[in-house]
Structure formats: structure tokens, C-alpha cells
């Protein structure tokens, strides 16, 4: 069956100077509609919460703040106007989120972070893509680097927006299409994953995803940090050092990238049913020992990918609660083993004496309730 998704193809762009001051300015007019609009969206907030009477932040409102600050600031107007517009519904999703308890309440965007962005609607010609180059209104033409494949996407999909991104150095668009895939045929068989810490993934077949060598990426990167601490901010030799780091960044994020994205195709295509377990985000966070935040943050992108990777070729995705004794449970007779503390990597079961590796069992526990939670969905329904 051919379905109709939204992919975003990451490809890289060169702008040059002139323009990367361009591009620039409108990182930094997104930033400060962002900041500006939570600031006076804080305020309201507060003033009517004191007279009793809670204000939901909506479009309307959000964009009337926005009008005013375009009269307050001047310089907003040179600005491309979608992405402005883009930034409020951006924090309208973000508001939404908060108060449906799905995250935190929306934070102010730093200058120092080392990813900055905005985003581009695709609105009737202010978009155009040619062979080598993407046309950008109120910005220009730039040149962009890319595969044949995504080339041949880009020439025959339809666009939905860009977003322009400045990550470690490198100016990066991201081009939201409108785009088919074909579902993958099912294979008959399915799986559990336990992600972990020791090994990337434990599957239910006995399967070992052991986790990248990056040491040699992050030994370079901590060298190059070091020296920065050391230098002059903003000198020629600061700056030819921040080159270096960077590159050593990128290389590390594009490794974990294409790691995650060749486990991820290589479980869609071969299994039907992929279960996993809700990833603990805050608990594994005050295990400090065990898990750099970092590491942590990767894991929850590769869940990511997973889902809709999923989604995209036909296959189902079951995601089990986190409260679900996945590791203490024998899978072969459901006895539920108490005392399990996380040093423990094998036990037997007291009851009918199998031998357990902890992460497989706990994948094949996984794998087990993902296919019981799928039965009783396909029966609701
Ligand atoms: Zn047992």
C-alpha cells in the first residue's frame, strides 16, 4: 500500500557571507519574537491568574503580541514574514503541550546554544528549490549540498516548509516535504527491545546491539575544548580551534545518526510488531552513574525514530508502560523476582530454575506484553 507521509530531508548549505548575516538576522529576530512574546505572554499570565481567571494562550492572542512588538521593533518587519508567524505557532504548540501536561512550560532561547534555527512556510513562490540551489524569499538564493536520492525527492515533492538551522558552525536546511512510501511486506515476526545502557539494545531473539566506540570522537572533542578554555574568546587561533571542535561535534552526532537509523530500517523491515519499553527519561537522569544525560537524550531519539519509522512502512509499534516489571519477571513462568538491583546481570529463577540473562529476558517480557497489548487492541476495535 502507498501512503502519504511528511519527511524532513537534512541537507546542507553554504550560504555566503553576506547572506550567512542575512540567515543570521533572522535566527536572531525568531529568538527574540520567541523570548518577547513568552515574556509578555508571563505577564498576562500572572495578572490574570491574580484577577481568577486563567488565560489560555491561543493564536489570537499570541499574534496580537506579536503585532505589537513588530510596532515596538522596527526592524522585525525586514524579517521574513511566515517565519515569524511560524515562531508564535510554535509556542501556541508549545503552550498546548504544557497544559495538556505533555512537557515542560516553554523556556527562553539562549544566544549560547549551540543549535539556533528558524523556519521558513512554504507560502505560494517564497520557496524554490532548483538543482543546486534553494531560493528563499527576502534571503536569496544559496547553494546546497546533497545525495541523487534526495535530489530526485526534492525535485518531485511537494513542500511544506524549511527550516534553517545553525548547528556547530554549519548552516543546515531542512526541507519538509509532502511525500509516498511504499508499506514494507510483513515478515511474520515479531520482537522486543530492552534499550539499555550497557549495550544500545538487547533484543528478545538474543540479539546484542552493542553501543558505538566514540571514544576516539569524544577524546578529540574534549581536547579541543580544553584548548578553548585556554585561548583568547574570539581570536584567531580561538576561532580556528572552534573550527576543529566543531567538526569533531559533527562527526560524533552524524556516527550516533547513522547508527540509529541503520537499527532502526533493519528492525522495520524485519519484524512486525516492534515492542518497547517507555524509556524512564527522569529516573535515568538521577542516575547520574549510569547514564550521561547525553546518552540518554540519544536513546529517546532512536525510540523516536522507531515510532515512526513504524508508521511510515506499515508496521505496529507498542510501547510498554515503564511500571511494567519487564527485568524482575521470569518469562517462562511469571514468577517475579523482588530483589533484582541493577548490578545483577543473571539470575535463575527460584521456581523453575531457568538461567536469565537479565536483558534478554527482560526483551522476551517485552516482546510478550507487546503482543498481549496488541491482542486486546485488535479485539477493542
Ligand atoms: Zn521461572
Not at 525568531?30 to 515574556?39: D, K, Q
Not at 578553548?228 to 566543531?246: A, D, F, G, I, V
Not at 505496529?316 to 548490578?343: M, V
Request: glycine share 4%.
Amino acid at each position: 500500500m502507498v501512503k502519504s507521509i511528511n519527511k524532513g530531508l537534512k541537507v546542507e548549505i553554504f550560504p555566503d557571507k553576506s547572506m550567512e548575516h542575512v540567515l543570521n538576522q533572522n535566527i536572531g529576530n525568531a529568538r527574540f519574537i520567541w523570548n518577547n512574546i513568552l515574556a509578555q505572554y508571563n505577564y498576562l499570565y500572572k495578572l490574570f491568574n491574580f484577577h481568577g481567571h486563567p488565560l489560555n494562550p491561543n493564536i489570537n492572542n499570541l499574534n496580537a503580541i506579536l503585532k505589537m512588538l513588530k510596532q515596538e521593533h522596527p526592524f522585525l518587519r525586514q524579517g521574513e514574514s511566515t517565519s515569524q508567524q511560524q515562531v508564535f505557532r510554535d509556542l501556541n504548540k508549545a503552550f498546548t503541550r504544557f497544559f495538556k501536561g505533555k512537557s515542560a512550560y516553554p523556556k527562553f532561547k539562549s544566544k549560547k546554544n549551540p543549535k539556533q534555527s528558524f523556519r521558513i512556510q512554504k507560502n505560494g513562490n517564497n520557496i524554490r528549490i532548483t538543482n543546486r540551489r534553494i531560493r528563499l524569499a527576502k534571503i536569496g538564493f544559496v547553494h546546497y549540498r546533497t545525495s541523487k536520492k534526495y535530489r530526485k525527492l526534492l525535485k518531485t515533492s511537494k513542500i511544506n516548509n524549511v527550516t534553517i538551522k545553525k548547528e556547530n558552525g554549519k548552516y543546515y536546511a531542512v526541507i519538509n516535504i509532502k511525500t509516498s512510501v511504499y508499506e514494507l511486506e510483513h515478515s511474520g515476526e515479531n520482537i522486543g527491545i530492552d534499550l539499555g545502557l550497557k549495550n544500545l539494545a538487547t533484543l528478545s531473539n538474543g540479539q546484542e546491539i552493542i553501543n558505538l566506540d566514540l571514544k576516539y570522537e569524544d577524546r578529540m572533542i574534549s581536547k579541543y575544548q580544553k584548548k578553548l578554555n585556554r585561548q583568547k574568546y574570539m581570536s584567531k587561533n580561538y576561532q580556528k580551534t572552534l573550527e576543529k571542535y566543531h567538526k569533531w561535534l559533527n562527526r560524533k552526532n552524524n556516527k550516533i545518526q547513522n547508527a540509529y537509523h541503520q537499527f532502526s530500517k533493519y528492525l522495520v523491515k524485519n519484524y512486525d510488531i516492534i515492542a518497547m519499553e517507555n524509556l524512564n527519561i527522569k529516573g535515568m537522569f538521577q542516575n547520574k552513574k549510569w547514564s550521561p544525560k547525553l546518552q540518554t537524550i540519544g536513546l529517546y531519539k532512536l525510540l523516536n525514530m522507531i515510532k515512526y519509522k513504524c508508521e511510515w512502512y506499515g508496521k505496529t509499534f507498542i510501547q510498554i508502560d515503564r511500571f511494567y516489571p519487564s527485568s524482575k519477571k521470569c518469562n517462562i513462568c511469571g514468577y517475579q523476582k523482588n530483589d533484582l538491583t541493577l548490578d545483577i546481570r543473571e539470575w535463575t529463577c527460584p521456581i523453575c530454575n531457568t538461567h536469565h540473562q537479565r536483558d534478554i529476558n527482560a526483551a522476551i517480557n517485552i516482546l510478550n506484553e507487546g503482543i498481549r497489548i496488541q491482542k486486546e487492541n485488535t479485539v477493542t476495535t
